[in-house]
């Protein structure tokens, strides 16, 4: 009896040890089979190691082009006559415009409006007349005439004089060298983070580009703008000084290590 009872203790447990393995088995299954998804998503080699910097290029032009803000504005006690009058006006200074050389396609209509003026002295507002205002931008290719442009059309009865902003003709040119400059002075910031870090630029991951420069404005009035455009050419013409212009380009690089 000792000895059969042995034998059938050897076999249940070799018999629970069979259950204990599958049992292992099913459950470390799947595990197995959700593993490859599991470190797919978490693989530290998809994530690429970047040296990412900043890099600025500057161009210095002289402006050779220039667009110039003028116009007329009054009041009168009619809608009707305060258009008639600023569109005899305005058409005295395109006149003036076009002698002195300016194409159509360089004079753009930037801004008309006709508006009432409220006396607001009274207990309730009341329209005392009308105000109507006319603007021209004219793109002037030859900065000597600026002050022509300004003067000439004062004297034709322009009564303002928004501002001149200063451009160069060929942008493009002046804005390539200024993202070689950039783009040289990204991979020397990128050169010297990567040899502190005793590493290696093998190759860029990204680029971008901000472009931050903008023609130059000069605001002033001319002369005898202030008396309303009395006929005659000013005694003194106005003084124009364009100065030189930078367009700056930012570029944000990303290297590869």
Known sequence: MPQQFSISASRAAVTLGG???????????????????????ADPTNNEHVITVSGMGKTTVKPDVADVSLGVQNQRESAKAARDDAAQTMNAILAALKSLGMADDDIKTSMLSISPVYDYNSSSPRITGYQVTNVVSVHVRDLNKVADVIDDSVAAGATTVNGVAFDVADRASAE??????????????????????????????????????????????????????????????????????????????????
């Not at 459950?27 to 490859?36: H, I, Q, R």
């Open 19 to 41: 259950v204990a393995v599958l049992a292992l088995a099913i459950v470390a299954a799947p595990m197995v089979t959700g593993s490859p998804r599991a470190a797919l998503a």
């Open 176 to 257: 390539n060298q200024a993202r070689d400059a950039a783009v040289k002075d990204a991979r020397a910031h990128a050169d010297a983070l990567a040899s502190a870090a005793a590493v290696t630029n093998t190759g860029v991951a990204s680029i971008s580009e901000t472009a931050a420069s903008y023609p130059f404005p000069y605001y002033g009035v001319a002369a005898d703008a202030a008396k309303g455009g009395a006929p005659g050419s000013p005694s003194v013409p106005t003084p124009i000084q364009p100065g030189t212009q930078d367009i700056t380009i930012n570029v944000t690089v990303s290297y590869t290590i």
